[in-house]
């Protein structure tokens, strides 16, 4: 039961990290030169792609959490590893509700004028949320070997 718990854990977190890592570091770099200087497209892709992308990342996270509480029931020798990647865990949802809630609505509302700044913003909320999901999976490989 602990393998498979496991299993669907990791690869749960996987799908999140990677995920991230592809839309930061491939979609929106290639974006940014197919549109070059036409940001109104680039902004408007961007917006499609990102639609209705809320709800599947909090089934992710929910996923995640509820597998890594699943995982310290069955094992709590590390207790204090799981407690730590579920502080990073709870802290990159808290980004991606800003994100979700705040960001994307000012964003979408934004002038031509405040969009490059809402622009560089995500890149920022997206990489510190990248950041401390991977943190959190890296965790999860040291506790393997512990």
């Not at 974006?31 to 680039?42: I, Q, T």
């Given at each position: 039961?602990?393998?498979?718990?496991?299993?669907?854990?990791?690869?749960?977190?996987?799908?999140?990290?990677?995920?991230?890592?592809?839309?930061?570091?491939?979609?929106?770099?290639?974006?940014?030169r197919y549109f070059g200087p036409d940001a109104a497209g680039r902004e408007a892709l961007t917006?499609?792609?990102?639609?209705?992308?809320?709800?599947?990342?909090?089934?992710?996270?929910?996923?995640?959490?509820?597998?890594?509480?699943?995982?310290?029931?069955?094992?709590?020798?590390?207790?204090?590893?799981?407690?730590?990647?579920?502080?990073?865990?709870?802290?990159?949802?808290?980004?991606?509700?800003?994100?979700?809630?705040?960001?994307?609505?000012?964003?979408?509302?934004?002038?031509?004028?405040?969009?490059?700044?809402?622009?560089?913003?995500?890149?920022?909320?997206?990489?510190t949320m990248l950041g401390l999901a991977g943190?959190?999976?890296?965790?999860?490989?040291?506790?393997?070997?512990?």
């Amino acid at each position: 039961m602990t393998a498979v718990l496991a299993i669907i854990h990791a690869g749960l977190a996987a799908a999140w990290v990677g995920g991230m890592a592809y839309s930061l570091f491939v979609i929106q770099p290639k974006l940014k030169r197919y549109f070059g200087p036409d940001a109104a497209g680039r902004e408007a892709l961007t917006t499609v792609i990102a639609s209705g992308n809320r709800w599947k990342v909090i089934g992710l996270t929910v996923a995640i959490a509820l597998s890594g509480v699943g995982l310290l029931v069955l094992d709590d020798e590390h207790w204090w590893i799981h407690a730590a990647k579920g502080l990073l865990l709870l802290m990159a949802t808290g980004i991606f509700w800003y994100v979700s809630w705040r960001h994307w609505p000012a964003r979408v509302f934004a002038t031509a004028a405040e969009l490059p700044v809402l622009q560089r913003r995500l890149i920022v909320l997206a990489t510190t949320m990248l950041g401390l999901a991977g943190l959190a999976f890296a965790l999860g490989v040291l506790a393997t070997h512990l």
